[in-house]
């Protein structure tokens, strides 16, 4: 689920330009109306400067103790030749935080990957300095790698500040970077739905505000059908959704899956925009908790936008794939006359 905010043609148009030029050092990028949008190109006075030296002159000047920053400078003299550093201070806006580390990676997606060697996330201006450059390379090489997924949970939760949770939760710990609060009532309805207990129907959200995970009330008439399913989840937020799908297939009545849905449907407004940042980063810890720890067996997995592209036909397709019938070889018939 992507988060919404993609380049703006200026930004390609400038992004072009440092590539297609040596004397281009850099170029800062922020993020203005839900899109990527370029601030300043970074010209070298001269080609022959080193890179400590434009980081010195050019960068140093150009980055604030409070305002969250994309950097792209050119960094090696061979290709990929590009690092893209996401700047996000501590004093920065709590919003302006959160948006920008959930969106670096979008960032280098729209640009092209294949233009970029390294990707570094800083929070002060010390580590953009050339020390901080040199320092963060002697890092680098003694890190144990990380996956980028792992790195932007990590730098997300860093990002955000602490916010006390208003009902019981469990810390679910994903990495050394993250732990994820989901509401005791929440974990407690997962395994009942793993024990074949209650609804068959378990539905979460996320409270940005407290940035927990919880159960939203069912339905007073459980779905029975993908249908009934269908009506039950949100139109206009984002949502989790645990079904126990009790049906009959070929002549069987034993086929009773548990399928997950993640839903978010395309609205405006800020708070949309969070949900893009956010749900996206919890769908695979909402899943270790339900199945690691709640002890569901999860049969199919769904990613849609909106609920109403859900159809049984479709989920039915997912659960019972046709299985394509291949003809032996058959030997050609001999001509007429021949033995």
Excluded: W
């Amino acid at each position: 689920m992507q988060s919404g905010i993609s380049a703006s043609q200026e930004l390609a148009s400038q992004f072009t330009t440092l590539l297609g030029s040596d004397s281009q050092f850099g170029l800062l990028v922020t993020i203005t109306n839900e899109q990527l949008r370029p601030v300043k190109l970074l010209t070298a006075s001269s080609p022959s400067r080193s890179f400590a030296d434009n980081v010195a002159a050019l960068l140093t000047p150009e980055i604030k103790p409070n305002e969250a920053l994309y950097i792209i400078l050119r960094r090696y003299t061979s290709s990929p030749a590009l690092v893209a550093v996401t700047y996000v201070p501590d004093t920065a806006p709590v919003r302006q935080k959160m948006l920008f580390a959930a969106t670096r990676l979008t960032l280098v997606r729209e640009l092209g990957s294949e233009h970029f060697r390294d990707t570094i996330f800083a929070t002060t201006p010390a580590e953009l300095s050339p020390a901080g450059f040199v320092k963060h390379d002697a890092h680098s090489a003694l890190e144990a790698p990380l996956t980028e997924e792992e790195r932007s949970l990590g730098e997300v939760k860093r990002a955000e500040q602490e916010a006390g949770a208003g009902t019981s939760s469990r810390a679910i710990h994903l990495s050394k970077q993250m732990s994820i609060p989901m509401a005791d009532s929440a974990i407690a309805a997962l395994e009942e739905l793993a024990a074949e207990r209650g609804s068959g129907l378990v539905m979460l959200n996320i409270n940005t505000d407290s940035e927990v995970i919880e159960l939203v009330p069912a339905p007073s008439s459980p779905p029975s059908t993908i249908l009934e399913l269908v009506q039950s989840i949100s139109s206009t937020e984002p949502r989790f959704t645990f079904f126990r799908f009790v049906h009959s297939y070929g002549g069987s009545r034993d086929n009773d899956p548990v399928l997950f849905f993640y839903t978010c449907p395309a609205t405006p407004g800020t708070k949309a925009i969070k949900n893009r940042m956010i749900y996206p980063l919890m769908k695979r810890a909402v899943l270790d908790i339900a199945e690691k720890t709640a002890g569901v067996k999860v049969e199919k997995k769904f990613e849609i936008e909106d609920p109403s592209e859900i159809t049984e036909q479709s989920v039915l397709e997912e659960l019972h794939p046709k299985v394509e019938v291949r003809k032996g070889f058959s030997r050609p018939m001999r001509p007429a006359g021949r033995s």
